[in-house]
Each structure stands twice: as C-alpha cells, then as structure tokens.
C-alpha cells in the first residue's frame, strides 16, 4: 500500500484566542 | 474570570494537555454555553486525545454550534471509517476553507475517486503554502499510482 499522510489531523487545532484573552 | 480561563486553555493546548483543557473549557461553557470558539477547542481537545465519539455525541448534543465545526465533525467521521457520512459532512459547508479541501481529498482517496482527489491535491499544492508540503507531494503520488 502506498504511503499516504493524514494531514487533516495536523490541520486540527484550537482555533486563535487572542480576542478571549 | 472568562480572560484568565481562556488563558489557561491556550496554555494547555499549546502543551498538549487535553485533559485538562477539556476541564477548563467546560467551565468556560458553564458561564457561556454559546461560545463558538470554546466550543470548538472542547471538540479539538477529544479530537486530539483520539476520543472521536465523544466529540461527534457533543456537537450532536449542542446543535447550534455544530456548524462552526464541520471540518472536527468529518475528520471524525473519517477516523471512525464513516467515510460516505464524512463526505456529505463536508459538502454541507458553505465555506470551503483549505481544511476542508484537505479532508476531501483524503476522504476521496478512501472512496477510491481518484480523478477528483487529483484535482483537490493540484489545488492544494498550489494554493498551500505550509510545512505539509512534501507530505501533500506523496499524497499525490499515492492517488497517481491508484489511477494507473
Ligand atoms: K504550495
């Protein structure tokens, strides 16, 4: 099977909380 | 006490502590039940502790907010190989983000579409410009050798 990345999953963050804190 | 919370909750995401960032945004939900992007992190947090179940049974639970996490909810329908349900996920935004044309193409992938995950994969090495570069290159080696 060829090598294929999950690159979605590093795309899965906290989204920017500089205008909570 | 909302600033000092969210404080704590960067803190915790940057070090990777899921579990206890989980704790402090479900304070922050206590005191603000609607807050788009408290909400979001508490379904990053599952999503990141590999907890895709959790996650999908709390967007289910809080409809209202479900829509500022379409790409959270289909990346978890894709790890839980929920792939049809993951692609209408993503059809059903009406933004399409880069995030989004990355999950549709792997999702592709796995439903075997080559020809469009081809398309989604040029796109996106022309318009990305990230460290998944060389990541997205193989990706793309991977859907050629599948279309041969
Ligand atoms: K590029």
């Known amino acids: ?19 909570k804190l | 006490i909302l600033p000092g919370l969210f404080a704590d909750l960067q803190r915790l995401g940057q070090n990777g502590q899921y579990d206890r ?23 990053v947090c599952f999503i990141q502790l590999g907890k895709f179940e959790e996650a999908l049974a709390a967007i289910r639970k809080n409809a209202k907010l479900a829509s500022c996490v379409v790409f959270e909810k289909a990346y978890c329908e894709y790890r839980l190989n929920r792939t049809n349900e993951a692609l209408k996920t ?20 796995r439903l075997e ?3 469009e995950c081809f398309d989604i994969y040029r796109g996106l090495l022309k318009n990305t410009e990230d460290d998944f570069e060389e990541e997205r290159e193989t990706n793309l080696s991977a859907v050629m050798a599948a279309m041969q």
């Open chain 1, 1 to 19: 099977k060829p090598l294929f990345f999950d690159v979605a999953l590093s795309l899965v963050e906290f989204p920017s909380l500089e205008d």
């Open chain 2, 21 to 43: 960032a989980i704790k402090v945004v479900n304070k922050i939900l206590q005191e603000s039940p609607e807050d788009e992007t408290a909400f979001t992190c508490k379904i």
């Open chain 2, 90 to 109: 993503l059809d059903s935004s009406d933004k399409s983000d880069d995030r989004i044309s990355e999950l549709r193409g792997q999702v592709l992938y």
């Open chain 2, 113 to 115: 579409k080559y020809d």
